[in-house]
């Protein structure tokens, strides 16, 4: 079954809200950053440039597992630099192919080289169980003759 909607559709019901970090941040600042957001990743940019990401993920794996201690490890060294985004315009189904295709959780929005959101693997889903369950009331509705048409 194919979703309906944008990811532009997403950001404006759930917030245009970007949380960013530098590359010479350490990784206890993102991680910091991250719990007070309750976000489970960051944008890694020097000004205006996207230069990469750090979740969660990359702690677990790149500093906890390894035995390093974060306030002396720097987001850049452990930001995953290759970025796949989105563009507001992406429908939710490419979003969710995207995700799912480079095993990513997160998505920065962006607009040419401009940020303007980013959305996560959960935005998507409750999108669609919200439209899922919005066509099944309307259904039932047309079905028990409620529906006004």
Do not use: F
Request: aromatic share 4%; proline share 3%.
């Amino acid at each position: 079954m194919k979703s309906t909607g944008t990811i532009e559709s997403i950001l404006a019901h759930k917030g245009w809200a970007v949380y960013k970090i530098t590359p010479q941040a350490t990784v206890y600042e993102a991680i910091a950053c991250m719990d007070t957001n309750n976000v489970g990743a960051l944008l890694v940019m020097e000004g205006e440039r996207l230069v990469g990401m750090i979740s969660e993920r990359d702690y677990t794996r790149k500093v906890a597992l390894k035995g390093k201690v974060s306030k002396q490890v720097l987001v850049e060294e452990i930001m995953t630099k290759a970025i796949i985004s989105v563009t507001p315009r992406h429908t939710i189904d490419e979003g969710l192919r995207l995700m799912n295709d480079h095993r990513v959780r997160h998505l920065p929005v962006l607009e040419g080289e401009k940020v303007v959101g980013i959305v996560s693997i959960g935005n998507l889903v409750n999108w669609i169980i919200s439209s899922q369950k919005t066509t099944i009331t309307h259904l039932e509705d047309y079905i028990s003759g409620k529906y006004p048409g």
